[in-house]
């Protein structure tokens, strides 16, 4: 990922005897800027950074620990951050496969609550002459 690099290579020969000669060659050559094994023989406190259109970069890696404002998170003091919190909900309702028991007959219960829809909700706040919650 880190991309190739040119190396120019020179190679010189050269021989003595009765009919002496001399060579040089200079050839180009592509090599990985680094391979996976001197990736993973890099120092601990570097890090490899890739960011889409730009040149990868090594870099010290930062301690999170010592930033401004880490109190901020749950590494600090604070408390955890919870995804997918449901954060416009008044109430939640959760059903069951339990059947209740029969109180016997002649016996009838009365929910402790009301499940109102918002159109209901509003309604039912008219009613009363009173603002929605």
Do not use: W
């Amino acid at each position: 990922m880190l991309g190739k690099s040119t190396i120019d290579t020179n190679t010189f020969g050269r021989s003595f005897g009765r009919n002496g000669n001399y060579s040089k060659y200079d050839q180009n050559a592509g090599r990985e800027l680094l391979t996976p094994d001197e990736v993973r023989l890099l120092d601990n406190r570097y890090a490899l950074l890739f960011i889409r259109g730009e040149r990868p970069v090594q870099d010290f890696k930062y301690d999170i620990l010592r930033h401004p404002n880490v109190a901020l998170t749950a590494d600090g003091s604070a408390k955890p951050y919870l995804h997918n919190e449901d954060r416009l909900s008044y109430a939640s309702l959760q059903l069951t496969d339990a059947t209740p028991t029969d109180p016997g007959p002649g016996t009838e219960t009365i929910p402790d609550f009301d499940l109102f829809c918002d159109e209901d909700a509003e309604l039912y706040f008219k009613t009363l002459g009173e603002s929605e919650p």
